[in-house]
């Protein structure tokens, strides 16, 4: 029997596609790198994705688990073709609020989770730009981030626990509402790592109060280095607002165009910032911001006066993906880190990298991590300039690096970032990462030819170098 | 053991063994791969001050990190610092607090070291509002069994290049390889704190973001940071007697020492169970620290915490041999986790059945 027939037995033949056009729509995430699936399933509970490994396993096709698509770095996108595994059907929500947290389907949407938690007076703090389409489980996954991560951290700081699949088709629990759970923290593994590692089926999450009151900033620059500098001063300051997020005029053009925010497209970059808290430390905190934007020359500071301004900021902020559509067809978007102290020198040299290739770049980003989302809008229908595209993105990641960045912030790695990995990484570094995957999935059946770039596992127990065949992936 | 007699030095307070001070990363390699070689156990010593959590490795070599205590970077401005494994806790913090910062590690006294921190996985008492050690972790290089020198993380706030084996290194035991160096994520400390003795722990964990919300027999405690009106609007909304300033609660005192990690809305519960017990609560995280002079009624606990999910952990005891298993029920991932630690200590050198399981 055919894994496909296998598949339809199991789940009908409504749960389980493989027409061309619904193979071109999974064929990618919002990347640029399209694979091409045999079929897509969609399973309602953990007993099916267990059947759907057991499946994949007999007929040994890949499984390439996926969220609502929204990745940046193709973490979704099956490149080694297999099965296309959709969790958007496994998306309830169990609140437990005595313990502020909440057992969540890996299909959630994150905004759900937030607005339905809003009841207790809780939210869920991870908030990427996509956060009314993205689910949880991709966020667990890419161990996204969100404006809001400056202060309460990324995704992995916000599970404490899951139920998840393994490749060998177990149901297996780690972590939980009880603290240091015993053993080694395969948690944190798992968390991040794209699918690679086992598809969560039931997700514990932490969940935070409310703040009890809110400011939210906007202060315009005539500079983008006075922006960046205020950034640093900021942080330099003993502040760690709630959020810290610059966007360069380019962009505030293309969004005021959009949106109609009331944002300062005069300015060369602005930057929202937002402090939460009692009163009394809200206000103290927002004053000081002004005063080192001003001491920056901030040309003014703009306070959301009630919660429909804030939203909107918040709003202007959040759909600046959507709005490059009126540039260009496509957009390359780059996630990289720098520490904050190198953000005035990272941010020159981005534009510098634009100019030297001739293209159209924008910044929008989380500008209190120092990490940068540097925007490449253009036509992928003319090669030259996809070329170029690739080129720049390349020498960004190398500048970042060399200023002691990182490859990635908060979009994972995916099959964009998986051949600069060594950029990043040592031979030993990257053998010891390939080991958890053989550890977790020796068979490679889970998202195969992510993360790690082919020849990865280069070493043997004894230091003897143990040699792949060509183009071989792990 | 000749080709280590360069390393060799006295370690206060350690076991029998053969005691060695690596002086440079590529020292800890060159003991562990001998060790590997010769199958000898490598017991870890930072502080000397959690030997006797899991069960003790035998005499073997006795490792110390105290000469790869150097703070190597310091970034104020970018709230990261990077130091050696054998760096103190409490030297860490001294420095940090001369520009306002803190690497929020466990509140502690005497020799505690930052590896040994990261192995144990200990974290401070205001995790419920700061989160545990885990989350402070930005890059760990570490040496494996066999010698190998691994670096995961990096030197940013934000990251996701690859899996997080920094992450899963705390609290291993270093059963993913020796910790040698550790970039942490800074905070910044405000000026003005309190703590302020209550009543309810309900009602002061429903204060705004509250420090830390801390039990012990002595009453409750809870603890507040910001700036001085700040402070002074919690106080004062509190109703409660305030100290200016953090004055931690000590450890419990006893022959036995337990941590109980429960469900947060348990604890107060676990406190009528603990008694007659001593104890130090920390509400809002699930952690109840113990002190015990038996073990009586121990198995009773460790039951009612693995039927909500947690665990009470035995970490100090008297004798060389624990008097019961110090983990309770191993995980049911034991066999994912044996598998990872085999290809991070092939030999299994480095601590090895400190972790639950045997492992």
């Not at chain 2, 073997?60 to 610092?81: K, S």
Request: aromatic share 4%; hydrophobic share 45%.
């Amino acid at each position: 029997m055919s894994a496909r027939d296998d598949f339809r037995r199991l789940l009908g033949t409504d749960r389980v596609l493989d027409d061309p056009l619904e193979r071109h729509i999974y064929a990618k995430d919002a990347s640029l790198m399209r694979g091409d699936p045999d079929l897509i399933v969609f399973p309602a509970s953990t007993g099916e994705v267990v059947a759907i490994v057991e499946i994949a396993n007999r007929h040994s096709i890949p499984v390439v688990p996926r969220g609502a698509g929204t990745g940046l770095t193709a973490g979704a996108s099956p490149v080694m073709g297999g099965v296309v595994v959709s969790l958007t059907a496994m998306n309830d929500i169990e609140f437990d609020i005595p313990n502020q947290a909440a057992w969540v389907g890996p299909g959630a949407i994150n905004l759900d989770l937030s607005r339905q938690a809003k009841q207790f007076g809780l939210h869920f703090a991870p908030d990427p730009s996509s956060q009314s389409a993205c689910t949880i489980g991709g966020n667990l996954a890419n161990n996204s981030g969100g404006p809001h991560c400056l202060a309460e951290g990324s995704t992995t700081s916000h599970v404490l626990g899951m139920e998840f699949v393994s490749a060998a088709g177990e149901i297996l629990h780690v972590g939980g509402l009880a603290p240091d759970a015993t053993g080694l923290d395969l948690r944190a593994l798992v968390v991040g790592s794209e699918g690679t590692l086992g598809i969560a089926t039931r997700i514990l999450v932490r969940l935070l109060p409310l703040p009890g009151d809110v400011r939210t900033l906007l202060l315009d620059f005539s500079s983008v280095e006075a922006a960046a500098h205020t950034v640093s001063d900021v942080i330099a300051a003993g502040m760690v607002p709630a959020a810290l997020e610059m966007m360069d005029q380019r962009m505030t053009i293309a969004v005021e165009n959009w949106l109609g925010a009331g944002l300062p497209i005069d300015a060369a970059a602005i930057l929202l910032a937002e402090v939460v808290g009692s009163t009394a430390s809200v206000e103290s905190e927002a004053e000081t911001i002004s005063q080192i934007g001003l001491r920056n020359g901030c040309r003014n500071v703009v306070i959301a006066s009630d919660e429909a301004e804030r939203n909107l900021l918040w709003k202007g902020r959040k759909s600046a993906f959507g709005a490059v559509a009126q540039l260009a067809p496509d957009y390359y978007l780059h996630d990289t880190v720098v520490p904050r102290t190198r953000l005035v020198e990272a941010m020159t040299g981005v534009y510098e990298i634009a100019d030297r290739y001739g293209l159209t770049m924008l910044n929008v980003f989380h500008a209190g991590d120092g990490n940068l989302h540097p925007l490449i809008a253009f036509d992928s229908s003319d090669a030259a300039v996809a070329a170029k595209v690739r080129q720049a993105g390349d020498d960004i990641v190398e500048l970042c690096l060399g200023l002691g960045g990182a490859l990635s912030g908060e979009h994972g790695v995916g099959v964009e970032k998986r051949d600069l990995m060594s950029h990043s990484f040592s031979e030993l570094d990257l053998d010891a990462q390939a080991r958890v995957k053989d550890v977790f999935d020796p068979d490679h059946r889970l998202n195969p030819a992510k993360i790690l770039p082919a020849g990865s596992r280069c070493f043997d127990f004894g230091g003897i170098r143990r040699e792949l065949p060509e183009g071989a992936w792990v | 053991m000749n080709v280590l007699a360069d390393l060799e030095t006295e370690i206060a307070g350690a076991p029998e063994g053969l005691h060695l001070g690596p002086r440079t990363v590529d020292d800890v390699s060159r003991i562990l791969r001998v060790a590997t070689d010769e199958e000898i156990a490598v017991r870890v010593w930072g502080g000397g001050t959690h030997q006797r959590y899991g069960v003790e490795p035998s005499p073997g070599i006795v490792m110390t990190m105290a000469h790869l205590n150097q703070v190597e970077t310091w970034e104020p401005d970018d709230l990261t610092l990077v130091a050696g494994a054998g760096a103190g806790v409490v030297e860490i913090e001294n420095l940090l607090s001369t520009r306002q910062q803190s690497a929020l590690l466990p509140e502690m006294q005497g020799s505690g070291t930052l590896g040994g921190v990261l192995a144990t996985g200990r974290s401070s008492l205001k995790r419920a509002r700061m989160l545990g050690t885990r989350e402070r972790v930005l890059e760990i290089t570490a040496v494996t069994g066999d010698g190998r020198v691994v670096r995961s993380g990096g030197r940013v706030v934000k990251n996701v290049s690859g899996y997080d084996l920094h992450r899963a290194m705390v609290g291993a035991f270093g059963s993913l390889g020796v910790i040698v160096s550790v970039c942490l994520k800074l905070w910044p400390v405000p000026p003005d704190s309190a703590t302020i003795r209550v009543d309810d722990a309900g009602s002061a964990l429903s204060t705004e973001r509250p420090l830390a919300v801390l039990e012990t027999r002595a009453g409750l405690d809870l603890f507040v940071w910001g700036t001085s009106s700040e402070v002074e609007a919690a106080v004062a909304r509190s109703g409660g007697t305030a100290a200016r300033g953090l004055h931690w609660p000590s450890d419990p005192v006893g022959e036995f020492r337990w941590s109980l990690r429960i469900p947060p809305a348990s604890v107060a519960g676990a406190i009528e169970m603990v008694q007659p017990w001593d104890y130090l609560a920390v509400h809002g995280a699930g952690e109840i620290r113990l002190a015990s002079n038996s073990v009586e009624g121990a198995t009773e606990i460790r039951d009612w915490a693995e039927s909500l999910g947690g665990a009470l952990v035995l970490v100090d005891h008297p004798d060389a041999d624990p008097p019961l298993d110090p983990w309770g029920t191993p995980p049911m991932t034991l066999a994912i986790q044996r598998r990872l630690v085999a290809e991070f200590d092939p030999a299994r050198i480095i601590n090895p059945n400190r972790l639950p399981g045997g492992l």
